[in-house]
C-alpha cells in the first residue's frame, strides 16, 4: 500500500501540471458558458411567449438549437470541433483546444439554465415595472437578474461542476487534466491508487465548488 501512494507523490509534477490545465479548461469554458450562455438565454426568454421582445419564430428556432446542441455527445463534438479549434487556438492539442469545445457546450447548457431561472419570475413584477415606464434594459438588469441572482449562482455552480466532468474527455485530443491523468496512468499503466488519488481530488474539488455555491446563494436569496 505505501509503495502505491509512494507512486502517487513521485507524480506530483504531473499532479500540478493536470491541475493547472484543469483550471485553464473550467475557467475559459464557465466564463464563455457565462457570458455568452446567458445571452442567448436572456434571448430566449424574453421572445417568448407574452414577453418584452415577444417572437414565436425566433424563440422556436433557438429552443430548437440549444436542445440539439445540449443532446450532441460531447466527445464527437470535442472531435468534431478540431479543425476550428486549429483555427481558433492555432492547435488542436492541449487545454486552450479542449476549452473550445468545452465552451461552445456550456454556452448552450448555461443558455437553458438562464432561461429556466427567469421563468421563476413572476410575471407580476414584470408587470410593474413595465407600468411604471421602465426601459427593458433596466428591466433585465435589475429587475429579472436581480430576481434570480440566487439562483443563477446555484446555475454556475452546476456549470462550472458539468465543465469540470466534461473536461476528462480532454485527453483524447491532448488536452490534459485531472481526468486524463487518471485514464493515462490509473488505466492504462495499471496503476489503481492513481485512479484513487484522481477520484479523491476531483470529489474535493466538486464538494469545494458546490459548498461555496450553496453558501453564496443562501446569502443572496432575499425571499
Known amino acids: 500500500m505505501n509503495e502505491g501512494w509512494d507512486s502517487v507523490w513521485a507524480l506530483k509534477d504531473e499532479f500540478i501540471q493536470a491541475i493547472q490545465d484543469t483550471a485553464i479548461m473550467v475557467g475559459v469554458a464557465s466564463t464563455v ?20 421582445f415577444q417572437n414565436r419564430g425566433l424563440n422556436a428556432v433557438l429552443n ?3 436542445s440539439f446542441m445540449r443532446a450532441f455527445p460531447f466527445v464527437i463534438l470535442m472531435i468534431a470541433l478540431m479543425p ?4 481558433i ?18 454556452i448552450f447548457y448555461f443558455a437553458r439554465l438562464m432561461e429556466q431561472n427567469l421563468n421563476e419570475v413572476p410575471r407580476g413584477v414584470i408587470e410593474a415595472a413595465e407600468a411604471m415606464g421602465t426601459p427593458p434594459r433596466q428591466i433585465i ?6 430576481e434570480t441572482r440566487s439562483g443563477l449562482v446555484l446555475s454556475i455552480t452546476m456549470l462550472v461542476i ?9 485527453g483524447l485530443i ?3 487534466g485531472i481526468g486524463d491523468l487518471g485514464i493515462r496512468y490509473g488505466h492504462q499503466r495499471y496503476m489503481p491508487e492513481v485512479m484513487y488519488a484522481v477520484l479523491i481530488l476531483l470529489t474535493a474539488i466538486v464538494i469545494v465548488i458546490q459548498t461555496t ?6 446569502a443572496l436569496n432575499k425571499r
Do not use: C, H, M
Not at 141 to 146: Q, S, Y
Not at 162 to 170: C, D, I, K, P, R
Open 213 to 218: 455555491g450553496n453558501k453564496l446563494s443562501k
Open 162 to 170: 458539468a465543465v469540470l466532468g466534461e473536461s476528462a474527455a480532454a
Open 84 to 87: 476550428v479549434t486549429r483555427a
Open 141 to 146: 438588469t435589475k429587475v429579472l437578474l436581480n
Open 33 to 52: 458558458g457565462i457570458i455568452f450562455g446567458g445571452a442567448l438565454g436572456i434571448w430566449l426568454y424574453l421572445s417568448g411567449d407574452k414577453q418584452l
Open 89 to 106: 487556438v492555432g492547435t488542436s492539442f492541449g487545454p486552450l483546444a479542449a476549452s473550445v469545445a468545452l465552451s461552445l457546450a456550456a
Open 174 to 176: 491532448g488536452g490534459g
Open 64 to 66: 430548437w438549437i440549444i
